[in-house]
């Protein structure tokens, strides 16, 4: 065992960081709330600059413009873009639909798209969650009826990340409901711009724009925009969430928000300073700090399964579930440190920490909900890792 | 990072999962716990043979000259089989002398730790239960080249079995020191037996004038204060890889009696409730498991990190006693009874849970280190 990187891998780790500090602004502290347009600039900025050093893509395979990075490397460069609240990461096409389109995709499919998300040129979105289909997914019911060389689409997706900053969206729709649930899905790829396709802002608890509600009457796809075979499309999308089910994001925005709280608890300027002679506060904090690094490690013994070839599903879901619920600790223990300052909101006088705190609680309330709520993360755990019964 | 096992690791882990598999079953550890002091000698007579006291110890003193990270492998073993031997108290007892030891004491002691002509033991806490180093009092008076040592100290783990206590002492110019006692039969020296809840022998021991020779000091002064920081971060790690593997076991048990329990016409193991507890079982064994090795593979003979070594104990004294608890709700009223083995584990949870600093402890420790 060893728990140090490589000097290749830390050099990496160096030259993002430094990429970083050029590419985002002096004060940067984030998170980025992409229906605001400086922030979606700066989006698009960083997905460039990723998408011109190799990095954006750099866990692809090199005939589709990767690197052939290894997974230690991918969750490396996913650490340090979530410690440094940075947007332009671009889950959705670099993660989630590129790898699926290399595995189940046609060759024209693949020309067609996979280039421009390696360029940071297309920004993606995805359509699963419906509102009567959530944890329950595929019990969808979004159709796609057979037209001849189009499928036409009606039905509604909600939860839909990004969707109003989106070209296009890969979505799963019903395309035999007389089949058993998981045997009549398709997986398609629809551009936001067809006629009939109605995007409705949805504004989460902490007031962000954040997602949407999207609503689909009678859309044309053509037919060739289906990814793998008709009414297969359950196997392709899991695929996509194999790949979006990690917790090193919530690892590195808990550790960032455990810094900035150290650094707040020993300022002389803090205007609520438990002292750092406080041990209440010290032995809190490195509780949390414990909490934190163990996540972390998980995450990376996560990569380091999916280096050897597993396919580490349970211990995915454990990672998710302890980081983000680590990541919760930490923002709850934030507010409690902050006390009457904790609930000012950003843009308030007098705010601590500009309000941060605050407003992050709120919204990473999504963090044990979204991708497979941490219940579903736990029958995973327990069912195919432990191989309880169903 | 590599989260895999190198072939000597691999090697220690079959080994070991195999000898303590046929020798450190349920019956001996109860037998231990009720009192059988016989059951550890053979035992250890055995572990002796198979080298095991002598794997961190280098080459050049009579050992394997393995790293802590490779013995951790090993004490997760031993933590799942409960095994009522004193490896870690004799290996962190030969790693401390070994850093910070004169070159005289290491070459008479650690080669004959090394075949286990001596069973070391660590003595460090007193009557107030501290594990801060600066809190202890037992006072060594210096007589000539020799220091007269007298005052008690507690919780001392296979102090009958043990023939040299490594133990922290003041001496009467108010030096902190940390001293080899030959403690075997020695006339200056009693055991008062503690009923623990480890169900291994633990005793306090009182110096009646106990003389050893000055070249029986392994540290002093500030010196003295580094090695038993070392000496109980050691200790804290050993035994979060001794729960790492405890909490495993106890895992493990818990998921074969709830997927065979059958209650309602099918296993309660398929119920979302117990499964949700099983789920929160595996997360903490893992993250218990990972801080352990993390922290473990940080010894080497420059140092440690402070701050992993802190992590792993604070993880594993709050995460693993929890997990003995929610395996007991999973096994309802049989996990209850004298009977069932699982107390074994809990109890030996409990007791791990407080030894070589608790909790709040290295969260004071941990704290200090992140600078606050």
């Known amino acids: 065992m060893r728990f140090e990187f490589t000097p290749e891998e830390s050099d990496f780790k160096r030259q993002l960081s430094s990429f970083l500090d050029d590419a985002l602004p002096s004060n940067w502290h984030g998170p980025a709330d992409e229906s605001r347009d400086d922030h979606w600039k700066l989006n698009q900025d960083i997905k460039k600059g990723l998408a011109e050093r190799g990095w954006l893509v750099m866990s692809w395979p090199k005939e589709y413009g990767g690197t052939d990075s290894s997974p230690m ?8 873009m979530a410690y440094r609240r940075a947007p332009g990461h671009d889950r959705f096409g670099t993660r989630m639909l590129g790898p699926t389109l290399m595995r189940f995709g046609t060759k024209e499919q693949r020309s067609k798209y996979l280039g421009s998300i390696a360029k940071g040129e297309i920004q993606w979105c995805q359509g699963y969650s419906e509102p009567n289909s959530g944890s329950d997914l595929a019990s969808l019911q979004t159709r796609a009826v057979d037209s001849g060389d189009d499928f036409i689409v009606t039905g509604e997706k909600i939860w839909t990340s990004l969707a109003h900053r989106a070209d296009m969206m890969f979505m799963l729709v019903r ?102 002679s406080d041990s209440n506060v010290r032995i809190k904090l490195a509780e949390l700090y414990t909490e934190v690094e163990a996540s972390r490690l998980m995450c990376y013994d996560v990569s380091w399964r999916q280096s050897r070839g597993e396919i ?36 308030s006088n007098q705010a601590e920490l500009q309000g941060r705190f605050f407003k992050m609680r709120l919204f990473y ?26 | 990072m590599d989260f895999g096992l190198t072939e000597t690791q691999e090697l220690i882990r079959t080994s070991a999962r195999e000898f303590l598999g046929e020798r450190s079953t349920p019956s001996v550890v109860r037998a231990v716990a009720d009192g059988d002091s016989d059951a550890i000698t053979s035992l250890w007579k055995e572990v002796v043979d198979l080298g095991w006291p002598s794997l961190t110890i280098s080459e050049e003193h009579g050992g394997a000259g393995l790293s802590f990270g490779d013995l951790a492998v090993l ?76 005052g008690e100290k507690r919780f001392v783990s296979f102090s009958e079995q043990a023939t040299h206590a490594l133990t922290l002492v003041r001496t009467d110019d108010v030096e902190p020191a940390l001293v080899v006692i030959p403690i075997w039969q020695s006339v200056s020296v009693e055991h008062t037996t503690l009923k623990h809840a480890s169900g291994i022998p633990v005793s306090s021991l009182t110096f009646y004038e106990a003389e050893v020779p000055e070249g029986n000091i392994v540290a002093i002064g500030e010196g003295a204060i580094k090695a038993t920081k070392e000496l109980i971060a050691a200790g804290g790690v050993a035994r979060s890889a001794q729960l790492a593997g405890l909490g495993k076991a106890v895992l493990d048990v818990t998921v074969k009696y709830t997927a065979n329990r059958e209650q309602f016409g099918r296993p309660v193991g398929s119920f979302q409730a117990v499964q949700h507890h099983l789920a929160n079982m595996a997360i ?89």
Not at chain 1, 73 to 80: Q, W
Not at chain 2, 89 to 104: A, D, Y
Request: charged letters at 20%.
């Open chain 2, 284 to 372: 903490a064994a893992k993250q218990v498991n990972h801080l352990a090795h993390s922290a473990a593979s940080s010894f080497s003979r420059d140092g440690y990190s402070i701050k992993a070594a802190a992590q792993a104990k604070i993880a594993a004294s709050d995460k693993i006693a929890t997990l003995c608890w929610t395996a007991h709700q999973c096994h309802g009223a049989v996990g209850f009874t004298w009977e069932h083995d699982l107390h074994l584990y809990t109890r030996r949870a409990l007791a791990w849970k407080t030894d070589y600093g608790d909790s709040a402890f290295h969260k004071s420790k941990l704290a200090h280190a992140m600078g606050l």
């Open chain 1, 73 to 80: 490397m991918n969750t490396i460069f996913a650490e340090e």
């Open chain 2, 75 to 150: 004490l997760e073993e031993l933590g799942a089989s409960l095994a009522p031997i004193p490896i870690v108290e004799s290996t962190i007892s030969s790693w401390v002398l070994e850093r910070f030891g004169p070159k005289s004491l290491k070459s008479d002691l650690l080669p004959q730790i090394a075949t286990g002509d001596i069973l070391m033991t660590p003595a460090i806490v007193e009557r107030n239960a501290s594990w801060d180093p600066n809190s202890a009092k037992v006072v060594a008076t210096r007589s000539g080249s020799r220091l007269v040592i007298t």
């Open chain 1, 312 to 347: 580490p599903s349970s211990e995915a879901s454990m990672s998710k579930v302890a980081a983000s619920e680590a990541y919760l600790k930490v923002l709850d223990y934030g507010l409690e440190i902050l006390g009457m300052y904790g609930v000012l909101e950003p843009g």
């Open chain 1, 175 to 276: 395309t035999d409901p007389d089949a058993a649930p998981h045997k009549g899905i398709s997986l398609i790829l629809v551009d936001m711009k067809s006629p009939g396709v109605q995007v409705l802002p949805i504004v989460n608890m902490a007031g962000v724009h954040s997602f949407n509600q999207v609503v689909f009457d009678q859309v044309q796809v053509p037919k060739a925009n289906l990814v793998g075979e008709l009414n297969d499309g359950w196997r392709a999308g899991m695929t996509v969430l194999n790949f979006e089910r990690s917790g090193i994001d919530y690892a590195a925005w808990a550790l960032a928000a455990l810094e900035e709280l150290v650094d707040y608890v020993n300022s002389e300027d803090s205007l609520v300073s438990p002292t750092k």
């Open chain 1, 365 to 390: 309330t999504s963090g044990p909900i979204l991708a497979g709520t941490n219940e579903i993360q736990k029958n995973i755990i327990a069912q195919r890792g432990l191989g309880l019964p169903r």
